[in-house]
């Protein structure tokens, strides 16, 4: 056999992969008959081609050589519409008749046509075996060569080079290659009208082999049974392989979101049977062969889908997991945005929203809004995703465990912007007071100077450092109040001591009571504090007791449980 595989175009536009096979010695004399036989009768079996290459012309012995062949033929087309063999070409070298016959396809049909007609003084073997080559192979060819010339005959040491050969023998052997090899001429291989692939073709000499591997010549029942087998293995590797492509199809990346066991189980049965009836269409001429092959379908079938379904099963995992991954991922990062949030919001910055009991509540509300989400979210029949809402409910709860931090530093951070904003209000007024003062003692004040105080000093408040946006209008709103109730004692028919004594009065109250303010504030601060101090020790407390009364559950002697006395 060539050791290179050649890869030709074919009419169709595909490819073949064609090897070439030499059996050398075939019917030489040196050989057995028997031999010359098997080998003979094995490559017409393997081969789309067969070239009987014979020199000088076509003998009685030739075509009794091919006896075992067209017997065999004979006895398959009883039970088959196909012919067993594709096409016999002989090869006439040293051809000498050119003159009657040239050489060439033409006129070596011509010479075959002559050599296989059947006349009544023949003898019954000679017509037999005429009539069988005809219906065994699907088409018989001849070409004629003349002699390579004598440099080929005589030369011990001829290799081969083009100069030693006749430029006539040269010249007809480039008109027989493409007559063999050509596109329209190229056969490819089949049995039963199926044309084969290559790992077919391997299965298909195996099986050859297999029949063909005695020292005895198998009999025509043996060889039939070897053709059968030959024709069903390419069924059977075929129908295999459409049902692989069709379940492989149902894993795919885009589908195996849906591909549940139940699904994948319903496709099997599906897929098995387009299988089976791919493999029953096909014409089984031995019933018993095409029985044990559609038994070893099933077989194949139902390992295959075993090994698939594994394949499924961790893939299906694969994607839930990556599903619930990025759904935990997405409704954990809305909880912290919405918690963080709420830490941020300016207009409800106070202390019944930073309480541990308040915050805990936010806390409780969007982590049922997360679960609930989760919930909502697209379900994987075969995958429990317990583990996965129990990972996200725990990172939210350590989640809302930093954000407690962040509210307990808001919260002291409210007081320290209130203390700052009290003082900041204080200051600002006492600047307008200072200047009220001195426009009633020099009797200049007017509504323009009023305005004028008082943007001023709305200028400073609002010129200073800001620590909150909301509490800085707060405060602000509470500046122009003062500002314009200071007016009001300028425009009272006071004199000029009294005025003074009344705006003294006034900024005295607004510090007592934003002191009082403050106080309270503090108090009210301090009792949460204590009261997240007595739940936190309680918790620690019931936690500890917990902790005992399980360790107590485990404690055993020898004589069975112990005895417990809780004494609380």
């Given at each position: ?36 036989t ?12 067969q ?11 030739d ?8 017997a ?27 003159q ?41 060819s ?14 011990k ?43 077919e ?117 694969a ?7 990025a ?76 954000h ?5 530093s808001?919260?002291?951070?409210f ?65 122009q ?57 309680l ?7 917990i ?5 107590f ?8 449980t ?7």
């Amino acid at each position: 056999m060539w050791s290179k595989i050649f890869k030709l175009p074919t009419v169709d536009g595909n490819q073949a992969a064609v090897i070439l096979m030499d059996t050398e010695g075939t019917f030489d004399g040196k050989s057995s008959n028997k031999t010359g036989t098997i080998i003979f009768a094995l490559s017409a079996l393997v081969s789309s081609i067969q070239i009987y290459n014979l020199s000088s012309q076509i003998n009685e012995n030739d075509l009794e050589n091919l006896l075992l062949c067209t017997a065999y033929a004979s006895f398959v087309q009883k039970e088959t519409e196909h012919k067993p063999f594709q096409t016999l070409l002989f090869l006439i070298r040293d051809w000498q008749y050119y003159q009657e016959f040239p050489y060439g396809e033409e006129g070596g049909n011509k010479y075959l046509d002559e050599r296989l007609q059947i006349t009544p003084d023949q003898e019954p073997s000679l017509i037999k075996v005429r009539k069988n080559l005809r219906s065994s192979f699907e088409k018989l060819s001849c070409f004629l060569l003349p002699h390579p010339g004598k440099t080929v005959a005589t030369k011990k040491d001829f290799n081969g080079a083009m100069k030693d050969i006749d430029e006539e023998f040269i010249t007809h052997i480039r008109t027989f290659i493409p007559s063999v090899l050509s596109p329209n001429n190229l056969v490819v291989k089949n049995i039963n009208g199926i044309d084969l692939k290559c790992s077919e073709f391997v299965d298909l000499f195996a099986t050859y082999l297999k029949h063909y591997n005695s020292d005895e010549l198998p009999d025509e029942v043996t060889k039939a049974e070897a053709f059968a087998e030959a024709y069903c293995a390419p069924m059977l590797e075929r129908s295999v392989s459409s049902y692989n492509m069709g379940m492989i199809r149902m894993i795919d990346v885009d589908r195996i979101a849906d591909c549940t066991s139940d699904v994948f189980s319903e496709a099997h049965k599906r897929m098995q049977t387009m299988a089976q009836s791919e493999f029953n269409k096909a014409k089984h001429d031995n019933k018993d062969i095409a029985s044990r092959f559609s038994a070893l379908l099933t077989e194949e079938i139902d390992e295959l889908f075993q090994q698939l379904n594994l394949r499924r099963s961790l893939m299906y995992e694969a994607h839930a997991k990556d599903h619930y991954s990025a759904l935990v991922k997405t409704v954990v990062q809305k909880y912290k945005t919405e918690m963080r949030a709420e830490i941020d919001k300016g207009e409800d910055l106070r202390l019944d929203r930073y309480s541990q009991t308040g915050f805990r509540k936010i806390h409780e509300k969007y982590k049922k809004a997360a679960i609930d989400t989760f919930g909502e979210g697209k379900r994987f029949g075969d995958y429990d995703a317990k583990e996965c809402l129990e990972n996200m409910t725990t990172d939210i709860d350590d989640s809302f465990e930093l954000h407690d931090l962040i509210r307990k530093s808001k919260s002291e951070f409210f007081y320290i912007a209130l203390i700052y904003y009290d003082r900041l209000l204080t200051t600002c007024l006492a600047e307008y007071n200072t200047k009220i003062v001195e426009g009633i003692t020099q009797q200049v004040m007017t509504s323009n100077l009023h305005e004028t105080y008082k943007s001023e000093a709305m200028n400073h408040f609002n010129e200073a450092e800001c620590y909150s946006k909301d509490m800085q209008s707060e405060y602000l709103g509470k500046l122009q109040t003062c500002i314009n109730e200071s007016y009001d004692i300028y425009q009272q028919n006071l004199t000029v001591e009294e005025k003074q004594q009344k705006l003294k009065e006034q900024q005295d109250k607004i510090i007592e009571d934003l002191r009082k303010d403050q106080e309270e504030k503090s108090q009210r601060k301090n009792h949460k504090l204590e009261e997240e101090i007595r739940q936190e020790k309680l918790k620690k407390l019931a936690n500890e007791v917990i902790r005992k009364l399980m360790k107590f559950r485990s404690l055993k002697n020898e004589e069975g449980t112990r005895n417990v006395c809780f004494v609380a």
